[in-house]
């Protein structure tokens, strides 16, 4: 059975360059360095220690050095609702696995460890994003499709 662990913040490259794997998984290529990549390290870097993370990640490590999966998650806090009575809501995301290591079950346990957090924790809505290939996994977790769609707003310049 694989194991995963809850990552550190000495993990923090590795889980970018993994993030780096996945987005190109899914455009076809490689993704354009606009400084995505130090932001990333040095975002993860601050949270992953804290001692009550709302953001972590599980990884799986590789044979030989670095990671070979991980699943990234965080804890938003809403307003209370139906089925979030606390207004605690997790959202997985950032789940990759370098091409080397997929099919040996290391994204299915990463996810399962976060999925565990969150229900350790009295989280009882888990919300993600799934690619078409991603999407068995997730269903055989229990994830289901939702009604409601999602949309975005970018800005293409922060103000000042």
């Known amino acids: ?5 809850k990552a550190t913040a000495a993990d923090a490259a590795e889980l970018v360059r993994l993030r780096a794997v996945m987005l190109a ?3 076809g290529r490689e993704p354009a360095d606009d400084g995505w990549r130090e932001a990333a390290e040095r975002r993860l870097r601050a949270r992953l220690d804290e001692p009550d993370p709302r953001m972590l990640a599980f990884v799986v490590d590789a044979p030989g050095g670095g990671l070979a999966a991980c699943a990234t998650g965080t804890v938003e ?3 209370g609702g139906p089925g979030a009575p606390e207004g605690l809501v997790g959202y997985v995301f950032n789940v990759a696995t370098h091409p080397e290591h997929r099919r040996r ?3 299915r346990a990463c996810v399962t460890a976060l999925v565990e957090w969150y229900r350790e924790r009295g989280i009882v809505t888990v919300d993600l ?3 078409a290939e991603g999407e068995p996994l997730y269903a ?3 994830f289901v499709r939702t009604h409601d769609p999602a949309m975005r707003l970018r800005f293409t310049e922060p103000r000042p």
Not at 1 to 5: E, F, K, N, T
């Open 1 to 5: 059975m694989v194991r995963a662990r």
């Open 25 to 27: 998984s899914m455009t």
């Open 77 to 79: 806090e809403r307003l």
């Open 105 to 107: 079950g290391y994204s």
């Open 129 to 131: 994003r799934s690619s």
């Open 140 to 142: 055989s977790l229990g």
